[in-house]
């Protein structure tokens, strides 16, 4: 769980460091008497202290937190996080992390696989991707959202040749939401340009690094506060100039109205409504249930602003969390089916960045030489240690 070698150079019984694994053992035998006798009486072929035995329970044991981890999601809608990354031995590694809200309404972003891979082109993603759902059967049905790396992934993928891949990413680029977002990245990145450069200095001067981190903040806060309008009239003028579908904005982007800030004043039934109608969730609500919905959200906004335990709510997560807590998930099945099908979705791959983080501590230059299964057994175990630390031995 710590991320340790378990072999030593040497396991034999007169060498003086035998690795983690034997030594640590050996210090238990010592603590406590009854596992020392354990230890000397065994048979030599009898110890469960080789190599083969040591990746056996890392398996056993990683087996046990990814079944956890499915058990969690259940029939739940989930997300995947991928990212990719090279390894201290110069090899090509994949990472996959599943985001969904657990029954409890808490969201969680859970790692599950990595493996090697050859490429890091379209086709290969997918049959990867595809391989892991079938080996701990996830339902393709109940994907909702998938989030890469893009400037990677994208790069290499246009550089393998996939011209399939082409007409697709030629579709998303001529999309509103394409430029929405590369626009927006223009703005951000320009802001903190200053602050990230100095950052990245050897002899950083931490009193104006904070000061360009409150600088860099007042900027950014000033997009949103007075020159929202500015911005978006530039993204919607390019969209029209060059023959990009603008969105309805007044119907489109209305996740905000299940937001539970200040007393749920933002709440609106008919563009919530619209939201699973015609936009996002349409696949995720039968008709029968989306004329279901308008009742309830009717009843729903009387009932939890009269509820003490909805008050003062900041981010819709709690609410989510609320729902669950007060059992008004239940009474409200629907709504609380979309603000968990809202909370899934991906909004970004910094789970999939810690968990290549893990991989630098475990596969360090002296372990460089890692089979794929264990490393991707130590890198479980070690990232979801509060499943593995769960588990009754």
């Given at each position: 769980?710590?991320?340790?070698?378990?072999?030593?150079?040497?396991?034999?019984?007169?060498?003086?460091?035998?690795?983690?694994?034997?030594?640590?053992?050996?210090?238990?035998?010592?603590?406590?008497?009854?596992?020392?006798?354990?230890?000397?009486?065994?048979?030599?072929?009898?110890?469960?202290?080789?190599?083969?035995?040591?990746?056996?329970?890392?398996?056993?044991?990683?087996?046990?937190?990814?079944?956890?981890?499915?058990?969690?999601?259940?029939?739940?809608?989930?997300?995947?996080?991928?990212?990719?990354?090279?390894?201290?031995?110069?090899?090509?590694?994949?990472?996959?992390?599943?985001?969904y809200v657990d029954r409890d309404g808490f969201i969680r972003e859970?790692?599950?696989?990595?493996?090697?891979?050859?490429?890091?082109?379209?086709?290969?993603?997918?049959?990867?991707?595809?391989?892991?759902?079938?080996?701990?059967?996830?339902?393709?049905?109940?994907?909702?959202?998938?989030?890469?790396?893009?400037?990677?992934?994208?790069?290499?993928?246009?550089?393998?040749?996939?011209?399939?891949?082409?007409?697709?990413?030629?579709?998303?680029?001529?999309?509103?939401?394409?430029?929405?977002?590369?626009?927006?990245?223009?703005?951000?990145?320009?802001?903190?340009?200053?602050?990230?450069?100095?950052?990245?200095?050897?002899?950083?001067?931490?009193?104006?690094?904070?000061?360009?981190v409150s600088t860099t903040r007042i900027n950014l806060q000033q997009?949103?506060?007075?020159?929202?309008?500015?911005?978006?009239?530039?993204?919607?003028?390019?969209?029209?100039?060059?023959?990009?579908?603008?969105?309805?904005?007044?119907?489109?982007?209305?996740?905000?109205?299940?937001?539970?800030?200040?007393?749920?004043?933002?709440?609106?039934?008919?563009?919530?409504?619209?939201?699973?109608?015609?936009?996002?969730?349409?696949?995720?609500?039968?008709?029968?249930?989306?004329?279901?919905?308008?009742?309830?959200?009717?009843?729903?906004?009387?009932?939890?602003?009269?509820?003490?335990?909805?008050?003062?709510?900041?981010?819709?997560?709690?609410?989510?969390?609320?729902?669950?807590?007060?059992?008004?998930?239940?009474?409200?099945?629907?709504?609380?089916?979309?603000?968990?099908?809202?909370?899934?979705?991906?909004?970004?791959?910094?789970?999939?960045?810690?968990?290549?983080?893990?991989?630098?501590?475990?596969?360090?230059?002296?372990?460089?030489?890692?089979?794929?299964?264990?490393?991707?057994?130590?890198?479980?175990?070690?990232?979801?240690?509060?499943?593995?630390?769960?588990?009754?031995?």
């Amino acid at each position: 769980m710590q991320g340790c070698g378990f072999r030593g150079h040497d396991e034999s019984v007169d060498y003086k460091n035998r690795g983690n694994y034997i030594e640590l053992i050996n210090l238990l035998g010592r603590m406590n008497p009854k596992i020392g006798s354990i230890l000397e009486k065994a048979a030599k072929n009898a110890k469960c202290t080789s190599t083969e035995i040591q990746r056996e329970i890392l398996k056993i044991i990683t087996g046990i937190v990814r079944d956890k981890i499915r058990e969690e999601i259940g029939e739940t809608k989930f997300c995947i996080l991928v990212d990719e990354a090279i390894d201290e031995s110069n090899k090509e590694q994949m990472a996959i992390n599943l985001r969904y809200v657990d029954r409890d309404g808490f969201i969680r972003e859970r790692f599950f696989e990595v493996f090697h891979i050859k490429n890091t082109s379209a086709l290969t993603l997918k049959k990867e991707i595809c391989n892991v759902f079938n080996q701990y059967h996830l339902l393709i049905e109940n994907l909702r959202g998938q989030g890469y790396d893009g400037a990677n992934l994208v790069d290499k993928g246009l550089n393998s040749n996939i011209r399939g891949d082409a007409k697709g990413l030629y579709l998303d680029i001529k999309s509103f939401d394409f430029v929405f977002v590369l626009f927006l990245m223009h703005e951000v990145l320009g802001i903190s340009e200053n602050l990230c450069q100095t950052l990245q200095k050897n002899d950083i001067d931490i009193l104006n690094a904070m000061n360009l981190v409150s600088t860099t903040r007042i900027n950014l806060q000033q997009i949103r506060d007075g020159r929202w309008e500015e911005f978006l009239w530039s993204v919607i003028k390019f969209c029209e100039s060059n023959d990009i579908g603008v969105p309805d904005f007044d119907d489109c982007y209305t996740r905000v109205m299940l937001s539970p800030v200040d007393g749920f004043r933002s709440f609106s039934l008919c563009d919530i409504c619209s939201l699973v109608d015609k936009y996002f969730y349409y696949h995720d609500f039968s008709q029968e249930e989306k004329e279901d919905l308008m009742r309830e959200l009717y009843r729903y906004k009387f009932d939890v602003l009269r509820h003490g335990q909805f008050q003062n709510l900041d981010f819709l997560h709690h609410l989510c969390q609320t729902l669950a807590r007060t059992m008004k998930s239940v009474i409200y099945p629907l709504i609380d089916r979309l603000v968990r099908l809202v909370l899934t979705l991906p909004v970004s791959t910094a789970t999939t960045e810690r968990a290549f983080s893990g991989m630098k501590l475990i596969e360090t230059p002296l372990r460089n030489k890692m089979e794929n299964d264990l490393l991707a057994n130590t890198m479980v175990v070690y990232i979801e240690r509060d499943i593995a630390l769960g588990i009754d031995t």
